[in-house]
């Protein structure tokens, strides 16, 4: 395929295009010139595009069942040499970060305190539930209770797949629930059943009252300084729901080995024997685990709606109040499933009746919500690109392949067509850093980045972003033999039809290229004969 021509260099070029001036909200939007020599600090990269080849569908597009319409290609300017570093591969471009601010051995050091106290904690509960159940009740209540959390963790991970969180942090939150916050949890409801009894009062009081207030602050606890400490890790209510629901479901785990192995058979076995102690299990089981394994993570989901609220505002007392209003409800709704569950001691009925009334309404809206936010991040993807888009950084077609899942797979499947699995890997990363880039200008518009320091190093994020992009294109451009060649300069298309000739074309309204298409040869003709079309006789 012949290679595309260097971007100063179009037929007919348009060297002076006026650009609308960007929506309002803090930070310049690196506007950029088709023609003109790269942004000062960047790498030279054209604005050219690569346009795959194919008819435009009419009306809405069908993104599931073909690759996306556009592939962005990448050439050197014909600009001379500067002297500025170039990025020919995607390893290069990543290791041009922005250096951390912070020190190696500062960083360090928190590392090892963050590590110590997390792995003290799990040692301590497992020397807890061992010593008092006996080791055979630990390894059987570990082996049911880790049953759900497979399901618990793949659900989470599944619902972030537009921008999937660094592992490091979702490690540290599930471990942060499964270690500290069972075992601050443990120490205080002990103590307070202790002090309950000291006074005479009833064991409801700490299931209802103290259990709910203890278990929920500690499981926010993990997040809150994950938010604290990495605020750019939380991106939206997506992100919050994520690390907290992480957070719940290790100290789930954790929760269900104490009732399955010690509780359940331990203490049964001991008393009636090994048969006893199984039908215990397995009654526990289908009640924790069958119908209310999704309570804690759907309880400590509300702190992390608050903490994603609080992540897209700029206001200080939301920052502040939207946190401390989703704990008070992941306080309220852990109260009430135990009040229901203390009541139907006495009368069953209730326990039935809150969790098909209450408790799965809740389960279910909640479901529906987080999908919902999980489609607004692509829409708010193809949003904010569209302003990089008029930029020249890139086309539209691309921006619209961004907007949903399906046309994300679609997207990797022709890159892992025409590149192997590096295009499919180069793709992947391309898609994530997109939704980076759109995430962090919107954050930029609501002024998130409200100090100077904080903007420049928004600022810094995203011009390596945009260099990152530029550098996955290369993996997988150039490599289709039915594509075009196409250059998109932020408002036409300069397309090089059959004949040679380079036409300028204005982006339809729809996100498809308007490039020529080969009409398909015409079916060979039916047979005719006398009295067709009824049979022949």
């Known amino acids: ?79 001379p040499d500067t002297g500025e570093q170039r990025y020919p591969t995607a390893a290069l471009a990543l290791a041009a970060a922005p250096p951390a601010k912070r020190s190696d051995r500062r960083r360090l050091w928190t590392l090892i305190g963050v590590s110590s106290c997390i792995a003290a904690c799990g ?20 082996s049911a209770a880790i049953i759900p959390v497979p399901v618990l963790v793949s659900c989470f991970l599944w619902l972030d797949r537009y921008e999937p969180e660094p592992v490091r942090y979702l490690v540290f939150v599930f471990g942060w629930g499964a270690c500290v916050a069972t075992a601050v949890a443990l120490a205080v409801n002990t103590g307070g059943a202790l002090l309950a009894d000291r006074l005479g009062l009833s064991d409801s009081i700490v299931a209802v009252l103290v259990a709910p207030l203890i278990e929920e602050s500690m499981k926010a606890l993990g997040p809150v300084l994950l938010f604290w400490r990495r605020p750019r890790a939380f991106s939206g209510l997506i992100d ?38 199984a039908v215990a299990l397995v009654g526990i089981f289908v009640v924790r685990i069958l119908m209310t394994g999704f309570a804690h993570p759907l309880f400590t989901s509300m702190t992390g709606i608050g903490l994603g609220i609080a992540s897209r505002s700029s206001t200080k007392s939301v920052r502040w109040l939207a946190p401390i209003a989703g704990v008070l409800l992941a306080m309220l709704l852990h109260g009430s499933w135990n009040l229901m569950s203390v009541v139907a001691s006495a009368t069953p009925w209730v326990l039935l009746y809150g969790y098909f009334a209450v408790m799965m309404p809740i389960f279910l809206c909640m479901v529906g919500f987080a999908l919902w936010q ?10 904010m690109l569209t302003e990089y888009a008029r930029a020249g950084w890139f086309s539209p ?35 994530f850093d997109a939704t980076k880039l759109a995430l962090l200008r919107d954050g930029l518009y609501r002024g998130l980045d409200n100090t100077p320091s904080r903007r420049m190093e928004a600022l810094a994020e995203e011009r390596h972003l945009l260099t990152a992009l530029a550098a996955y294109r290369q993996v997988f451009i150039g490599r289709d033999p039915q ?55």
């Not at 604005?47 to 050197?76: C, I, L, M, R």
């Not at 789930?252 to 048969?275: R, T």
């Open 1 to 79: 395929m012949t290679e595309l021509p260097p971007s100063g260099t179009p037929s007919e070029p348009n060297r002076h295009d006026e650009r609308s001036a960007p929506p309002p909200g803090d930070g310049a939007f690196p506007q950029r010139s088709p023609w003109a020599a790269p942004l000062a600090g960047s790498p030279e990269v054209s604005p050219g595009y690569q346009v795959a080849f194919g008819k435009p569908p009419s009306g809405e597009p069908d993104w599931n069942a073909a690759a996306p319409d556009v592939v962005p290609n990448v050439t050197e300017d014909a600009a």
């Open 123 to 142: 040692v301590a509960m497992l020397a807890f539930l061992g010593f008092s159940g006996g080791w055979t009740a630990l390894v059987i209540g570990v």
């Open 240 to 277: 919050g729901i994520v690390y907290c629901g992480l957070s719940a479901t290790g100290f789930a785990m954790v929760e269900n080995i104490l009732y399955l192995g010690i509780k359940g058979y331990a203490d049964n076995a001991e008393s009636d024997g090994p048969v006893s102690g």
């Open 374 to 383: 999980r489609s607004n991040e692509g829409k708010l993807t193809e949003r």
């Open 397 to 431: 077609p691309e921006v619209a392949a961004l907007g949903t899942l399906g046309r994300r797979l679609s997207a990797r499947r022709w890159a892992r067509r025409v590149a192997g699995d590096p295009g499919a890997k180069a793709m992947r990363a391309f898609q």
């Open 483 to 537: 594509a075009p060649l196409a250059v998109w300069d932020g408002s036409r298309y300069h397309i090089t039809f059959p004949d040679g000739m380079v036409r300028v074309l204005a982006a339809p309204p729809t996100p498809v290229v308007p490039v020529p298409v080969v009409v398909p040869p015409p079916p060979p003709p039916v047979p005719m004969y006398a009295g067709y079309p009824y049979p022949y006789r």
